[in-house]
């Protein structure tokens, strides 16, 4: 094949093309189908070009053509950042704002099951006796609950529970999908831990060291849970009612806004993290006073609540969902 001759045939096409691709932004129907077929050709063209090996400079020079009609074609997608920014302005405070009455459901529940434990371990003598001998018992008011904020360098101990509560609630939304039953296990393990904590601690007239240095760091980081596992419940209840939709694509909808609270949550227990390893694990060591933690604490979940009933709000009203937006149109290449 002379590559000359078939330079000058198809030059035309290739200067047409450059032209569409500088003017994308301004095509009319007609232009949009021409630009399509020209890139289908030309990709054509460069593997022609590419084959015979006569001109590399030709390669280079169609390539770089070839390359900008794709992006012309298949659309610019927004830069990495300007991705990030959306998914926490719109996406995940959208979605934690649809499924609320789920996590403020479970948020409830839990506390109730929390509750009850406490003062169940904490009015029964008996229960205390089951749980432990006496000096452990003691050992765990006097030094064991305080210092787990403290045995661990600070920054170690924030990565520690961090890593360790995203695995929570990681787990509390993937349960969701054999009907929210593991979900539900997760959410009553995580209730009746709590409940028996804080009921030997009050028991034993420590009530205040208890709430004093789980509640800075807990009330951010307990709400993250409750949301994971009110999204799990969700998912399950999806499985069981899809309502008008099929099974199948009520549950694909649903999964992915899942897939969105999950990584949202990450970024919500690192905060929580860095709280319970910076400030309570001072608090427990004297070195801030409890009220100046829970301040802080008290802060952190005032903003995440402002956070998920404005910006989410706004974002669900305004159409939001959490699942995938409409795929750019893309063209199968010949």
């Known amino acids: 094949m002379d590559i000359d001759v078939f330079a000058a045939a198809h030059a035309p096409e290739w200067k047409r093309l450059d032209d569409l691709v500088r003017r994308r932004r301004s095509l009319d129907g007609e232009e949009i189908d021409e630009l399509v077929d020209l890139y289908q050709r030309v990709s054509t063209h460069l593997s022609v070009v590419r084959s015979s090996g006569q001109d590399p400079a030709l390669v280079g020079r169609l390539s770089a053509l070839v390359a900008r009609a794709r992006s012309a074609v298949t659309g610019a997608h927004a830069s990495a950042w300007r991705d990030v920014g959306g998914f926490f302005t719109r996406v995940f405070p959208a979605v934690l704002y649809r499924l609320r009455w789920w996590w403020i459901g479970t948020t409830a529940g839990t506390l109730v099951v929390a509750g009850a434990t406490a003062a169940w371990v904490a009015a029964n003598p008996d229960v205390l006796h089951a749980l432990g001998t006496p000096e452990f018992i003691a050992r765990y008011v006097d030094y064991e609950f305080a210092n787990y904020y403290m045995e661990n360098p600070r920054g170690s101990f924030a990565a520690q529970v961090w890593t360790n509560n995203a695995w929570v609630a990681a787990q509390a939304i993937i349960f969701g999908v054999a009907f929210g039953l593991p979900t539900l296990a997760v959410l009553l393990m995580n209730a009746v831990n709590v409940g028996v904590g804080a009921g030997i601690m009050i028991a034993h007239g420590q009530g205040d060291v208890f709430f004093g240095l789980i509640l800075p760091h807990g009330m951010l980081e307990l709400t993250a849970v409750f949301v994971a596992g009110g999204v799990g419940l969700k998912l399950g209840w999806t499985i069981i009612a899809p ?8 549950l694909g909808e649903e999964a992915r806004a899942a897939i969105a609270v999950a990584l949202g949550l990450v970024v919500v227990l690192f905060v929580s993290g860095l709280i319970e390893g910076l400030v309570t694990g001072n608090a427990a060591a004297g070195h801030i006073p409890v ?44």
Do not use: C, H, S
């Not at 802060?299 to 995440?304: D, Q, R, S």
């Not at 669900?316 to 893309?330: H, K, L, R």
């Open 243 to 250: 309502g008008d939709r099929t099974r199948v694509r009520a």
């Open 291 to 334: 009220p100046v933690a829970l301040g802080i604490g008290g802060l952190a979940e005032l903003l995440f609540l402002v956070y998920v009933f404005t910006v989410g709000k706004k974002a669900y009203q305004e159409g939001e969902t959490g699942d995938i937006e409409n795929a750019p149109q893309a063209v199968p290449v010949a």
